[in-house]
């Protein structure tokens, strides 16, 4: 059963891209742009966007990226620079044809990646990065070798087979990079030095993905300021786990940097 779209369609290339607004109108407030998961989609942030609104005031916007959600499938194996293909190409043809300037990037996972990446190129007014990445771990990848295990012979292909279209690709676009021989010694944190907005890093103290060191990171090489927001206890969706702490942070951040001047 063709799987439902989050909203309206967007074309970049030859692929239709699903995406929402959620709260004020773009024209009258600055947007805050979702970069999902590695594994997620616009249906897959639930009602977070929507909170992320209210807590704001602000418009915000959510894509489900090509091979995710009800967006158009994409030919396998992706590339092993697919993160920084999507900041310099996909998001910046969404946001214009969205008509969307200097927004507030919100990017999870590999979406924090493509948020780190696009800032570092193009002009925003604040970057929040939730479990970013920008190096492989030994830890990160024996915890994506566990997804594969659970994808072939548990029930997560049944669970993700309600959150996409294909989930075979959204499942093995991400899962296949990740683990591919080439991909260890992928690394990005030189890009992290070009960045000129300021930053608000999220990270949970207990993300089986990643650790601390890549919001070290951030801050080390970042030409502005970054706040870092440590969460003990919080696995890899902070803003799921602790949204009661994770909300008024991003609201205060955006109040400081969402000036729509």
Known sequence: MPLAPGGSWVRVGDQSLEYR????????APTLVMLHEGLGSVGLWRDFPGQL????????MAYSRAGYGASDAIPLPRP??????????VLTKVLSDL???RPILLGHSDGATIAALYAAIFDVRGVILIAPHFFTEPAGLSEITRAREQF????????????????DCAFRGWNDAWLDPGFRDWNVTGSLDDITAPVLAIQGG????????????????????????????CGHAPHMEAPHIVLPAIAAFVDRVGDPS
């Open 21 to 28: 607004f959620w709260g004020a109108d773009t024209q009258d």
């Open 53 to 60: 609104a209210k807590a704001t005031g602000l418009g915000v």
């Open 99 to 101: 008509g969307i300037e």
């Open 206 to 233: 207990d993300d089986p993905y990643g650790t601390i060191a890549h919001v070290e990171e951030v801050e080390r090489r970042a030409s502005a300021p970054v706040e870092v927001l440590l969460l003990p206890g």
């Open 80 to 89: 092993l620079d697919y993160m920084t293909r999507e900041a310099q190409y």
């Open 152 to 167: 072939e012979d548990g029930d997560l292909r049944a669970r993700l087979s309600r959150h996409h279209a294909d989930p």
